[in-house]
């Protein structure tokens, strides 16, 4: 019998040459997310459109060059304009680009300063038609709604070449947020008894003296925050009056850029904002906040655009953000990456929490298990931060490694020229190296740095909590030191600290309290049993270097 092949199949409005550009994407709902419908043709969406940058070799070299201290453009960093005439998309792109949106009726687009990133609105109609396979749909999880597509989207194969990828399509907000283990088991934890971490006990283990504080006149510090929670300026202003004795600081946030939403605080939110005042003390502190303005948009992404569309923005930002390496497309974590390069060229110290998870588990479908490395913490343009815990939590002894500390290998991005060597001492001394299945040894290695990550005492909605863990507790600690390391370079005319990688990883741990005791998580199976690396003597993919020993750690950066 023959079959006729329908004539509308053959009408199809699909060009014939059409490309993924993230095809290793993951599609799949999150099981938090309940489906609410197919969107109708005439509602709206908005998209990103990441355009192909030029000269990224040179920005890649420029970034080595500038954060190398022992090249003579060490700190010779460039301005947001700068950077916009180094990477800009060509004429061609930007045209190709144009023409095809103009040609599907897309007028509704916004670029940045660096004209590699355009943000357009238009009809869900037309967001079909101009990515054939794409579909959209929305999601709910509680008072949240957002709209992705959960088949992949494809671009006209001309128009490929001048794109990196979509956002606004796929990728759902991960969750990575501190944790109270105040009420484990449904039964409140006692809180008194134990020490518990407060800026008294940061400043004291980091040997901060009162007089270690900001005084620079344009000095600036932030984090940023993409789920929907928000601090409150009244809960910093507690969490100050409570545990702010004995240094000079502030005790409210300068700047908030973005949308802050209503309803309660958050934990994670109150969390980074108390501790990176308390560490960077007396420095004006700014809060990047995008829970995600419209359904479609991808809060981090944003928080990329608006980096690169804002010629000032504080040196030190600090992130609890991150997703398994393993779900996301290499041409996505490979263009963020670039995004991190162009901070990084501008003086700007990107720092994002190691994770949550250890080494983390992937089970592999053809069987067995391997680590599961997590992203932007193994980016090797950001400054990645591990956890510790008090060995004795009734009295500060010293530091041992957090279990939960994040840490590993990464699969997508190659071994940066700077850790090298300290990568390879460890992996040669270290006896009890988890199999060499479950991870990959040519990959960046991360964390680099650590500080306590456990116990921590938060303010949230006028209440204090205790037992609040996690390395997005961490990550802020340390962004705060940094600070105060940048606010004494100000002080004696020397640029920022900038990326700070391929010096931390000269320093060979001078500065840092080396950890060394402890082991993280892993998979929990007849092989590993549950473990993953341990920390060691200098650098170890658990706590990196270490934690810092300010003085001397200052006196070590302070040229
Ligand atoms: C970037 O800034 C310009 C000028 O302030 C603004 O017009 C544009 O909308 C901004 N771009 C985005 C994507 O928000
Ligand atoms: C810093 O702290 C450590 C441990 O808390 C201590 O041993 C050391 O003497 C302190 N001072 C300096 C300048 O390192
Ligand atoms: C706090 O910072 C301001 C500048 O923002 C400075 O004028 C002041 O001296 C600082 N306070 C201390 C105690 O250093
Ligand atoms: C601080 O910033 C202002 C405005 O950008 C500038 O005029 C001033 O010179 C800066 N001060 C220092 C000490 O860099
Ligand atoms: C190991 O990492 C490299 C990058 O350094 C990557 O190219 C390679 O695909 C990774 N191997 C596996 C099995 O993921």
Request: aromatic letters at 10%.
């Amino acid at each position: 019998m023959q079959i006729l092949v329908p004539v509308f199949a053959v009408l199809c409005s699909c060009p014939v040459w059409s490309k993924h550009l993230e095809p290793d994407q993951d599609t799949s709902v999150p099981e938090e997310w309940s489906h609410a419908g197919r969107l109708a043709p005439s509602d709206r969406v908005e998209l990103t459109f990441a355009l192909r940058q030029q000269n990224v070799d040179r920005l890649r070299e420029l970034l080595k060059l500038v954060s190398d201290p022992d090249s003579p453009q060490y700190g010779k960093f460039l301005s947001l304009e700068e950077v916009a005439s180094l990477v800009r998309p060509s004429q061609l792109t930007q045209k190709v680009v144009q023409n095809w949106l103009q040609s599907h009726g897309v007028k509704d687009c916004q670029s940045v300063a660096t004209e590699d990133f355009l943000q357009c609105e238009m009809t869900a109609h037309m967001a079909e038609t101009l990515l054939p396979g794409s579909e959209f749909h929305r999601y709910l999880n509680g008072q949240r709604s957002l709209v992705r597509s959960p088949s992949r989207y494809s671009v006209d194969e001309e128009v490929s070449k001048h794109l990196d990828f979509v956002g606004g399509m796929h990728r759902f907000p991960p969750s990575m947020q501190a944790v109270s283990r105040a009420w484990a088991n449904g039964k409140q934890r006692e809180a008194g008894f134990h020490l518990g971490v407060t800026p008294k006990v940061l400043r004291t283990r980091y040997n901060l003296t009162a007089t270690d504080v900001g005084s620079a006149e344009n000095n600036s510090q932030a984090v940023a925050q993409f789920l929907e929670q928000f601090y409150h300026p009244a809960d910093l202003s507690e969490f100050m009056s409570l545990f702010g004795g004995g240094f000079k600081h502030m005790s409210k946030v300068d700047r908030v850029v973005g949308t802050q939403g209503g309803g309660k605080a958050g934990l994670e939110a109150s969390l980074d904002v108390e501790y990176i005042m308390s560490t960077g003390a007396n420095i004006s502190t700014w809060v990047f906040t995008n829970p995600g303005r419209h359904e479609t948009q991808e809060p981090f992404l944003q928080w990329m655009q608006l980096l690169s569309n804002m010629s000032a923005v504080p040196w030190v930002h600090t992130i609890s953000y991150g997703d398994d390496e393993d779900s996301l497309a290499a041409a996505y974590m490979t263009r963020i990456d670039k995004e991190f390069m162009k901070a990084g060229v501008r003086g700007i110290s990107m720092l994002f929490a190691s994770g949550d998870s250890g080494a983390g588990c992937r089970h592999l479908t053809k069987g067995g298990n391997v680590f599961r490395p997590s992203f932007p913490a193994s980016s090797p343009y950001v400054t990645t931060v591990g956890g510790t815990a008090l060995r004795n939590p009734f009295k500060m002894t010293y530091e041992v490694t957090d279990y939960i500390s994040g840490g590993g290998f990464s699969n997508i991005f190659a071994m940066p020229d700077y850790q090298v060597s300290a990568v390879n001492d460890y992996l040669k001394t270290m006896k009890a190296l988890p199999p060499s299945t479950y991870f990959n040894t040519s990959g960046r290695a991360y964390p680099d740095i650590a500080a306590l990550s456990d116990n921590y005492w938060v303010v949230s909605n006028r209440v204090p909590i205790p037992w609040v863990s996690g390395t997005s507790a961490s990550t802020p600690v340390v962004g705060g030191v940094l600070s105060l390391i940048n606010d004494q370079r100000f002080l004696k005319g020397l640029p920022p600290l900038g990326f700070l990688n391929p010096r931390l990883y000269k320093l060979l741990g001078r500065g840092l309290n080396d950890i060394t005791e402890g082991c993280h998580l892993g998979c929990l199976d007849e092989q590993v049993e549950g473990k993953g690396f341990c920390a060691a003597p200098s650098w170890d993919p658990v706590t990196g270097w270490g934690t810092p020993n300010y003085p001397t750690l200052l006196a070590a950066l302070l040229d």
